[in-house]
């Protein structure tokens, strides 16, 4: 079984940064594992926001490029997200989680972490 645990949200102003972490820990191969940060605001669906694969490559979605940059550290076992430029659409809570890939690459989370609360004020 795998334990996914984000940390270092929290309320910041608009234009501010936050740097979130995920430490995984249990039965994972943390090296080869692909591993996505999703956020889910209120009233909104859960999206993926940004994916790091195996080999250090990453994908955002458009509102974020520019902005957020995940990195992982495979001797640690975690992931990160650094958020700069926070905006108030940037609040939700954000979920990091490991993927595979489904056919026509898609990615697809298949663990969870508990989340944390990133919330942006103005």
């Known amino acids: 079984q795998v334990q996914l645990v984000e940390s270092g949200g929290g309320l910041v102003q608009a234009g501010g940064s936050l740097r979130l972490s995920c430490a995984a820990s249990g039965s994972i191969i943390f090296s080869i594992v692909d591993m996505g940060w999703y956020r889910q605001a209120p009233g909104k669906q859960r999206e993926l926001v940004a994916a790091?694969?195996?080999?250090?490559?990453?994908n955002y979605i458009d509102s974020v490029k520019g902005r957020f940059t995940t990195s992982r550290d495979n001797a640690k076992k975690t992931v990160y997200l650094q958020m700069n430029s926070l905006k108030l659409e940037d609040t939700a809570v954000y979920y990091c989680?490991?993927?595979?890939?489904?056919?026509?690459?898609?990615?697809?989370?298949?663990?969870w972490g508990q989340g944390t609360q990133v919330t942006v004020l103005s």
């Open positions: 989680a490991t993927l595979r890939h489904a056919e026509g690459g898609a990615l697809l989370p298949v663990s």
């Open positions: 790091i694969r195996i080999g250090g490559s990453t």
